[in-house]
């Protein structure tokens, strides 16, 4: 979907006015505002529920941007770039003293990435010639915080719709998940948040696996929490081996479940909802966040999700079922 001259001029008037736009990205939707302006940043916290200690991600239009946003980029930050932009990769740099602290989290570092999608990409160029050097649009995902990612513009209307101006339409999201954050600011990379680029496509440009670090106290990053990207009805997650065992059990006790799993639904005792993702871990990170959001409309009291694999390509789609698992049920 590409949206129309007027459609981005109308964005980029909103931002530059200081309002938010809610925008496409390959990962998910992000709840954009001019990373510049601290007074615009504040809205999105305010929009989101966020605490105001968490960092955001700032979106460049290229790379060529990186040096306006951050000082002593080390050499390996920018073979990541030339890799992998653009496309779902963040990197934690040092950042330059300018860069506002309502950004950062009040950090020394700052998350760059340049996004994957057309849209984006077109809104960011255009946003950088009214702009100038120091354009970014800081965005994380365009949803209430804590709960489940947005990966279509009718999700962002459902979760924000009546707190932004504009919703920028870009279709559905390519990747589904956010992106991979990787630590450029210490002597060694480090993976703080895994994603749709793995430790196996670092190693092939960091010459070794990178470590993955995973820290569940004060915010480094953006999704790092122990509880994030969850539903409203609580989640379990159930060993294959066991599911249908569970299943039963659920409904004699006379509970509903909706289940999502890579297998076909039973033929007998089929539970309220059963939605079937693929069972390979770049379609189910896809569709994740789509099937969270339709079971947790499901008037069901509990969301069962069938464990996933063990092997190192499920590990961000793991992580993110982790974290709804404990967030799920809150309000």
Known sequence: MTPADADYQRAVDLLVAGELVAIPTETVYGLGADAANPAAVAKIFAAKGRPADHPLIVHLAGHDAVDEWAEDVPAVAWELMETFWPGPLTLILKKQAWVPSTVTGGQDTVGLRVPGHPVALELLRR???VRGKRAGIAAPSANRFGRISPTTAAHVAEELGSTIPMILDGG???VGIESTIIDCSRSEPVVLRPGHISPLH???????LPAIETSDGAPRVSGSLAAHYAPTTPLRMIAGERLLDFINAQRHRGGTCAVISPNQPPQAGMP???????????????????ALRDMDHAGVDLIVVEALPTGAEWTAVADRLRRAAAGAGQT
Do not use: I, K, Q, T
């Not at 670092?202 to 070794?208: N, Q, S, Y």
């Not at 309220?272 to 789509?290: I, K, N, S, T």
């Open 272 to 290: 309220h909802a059963w939605r079937m993702l693929p069972a390979d871990p770049v379609g189910y990170a896809h569709e994740l966040y789509a």
């Open 172 to 174: 559905p999201c390519a």
């Open 202 to 208: 670092l190693e092939a440009v960091l010459g070794r």
């Open 127 to 129: 946003f950088a010639a």
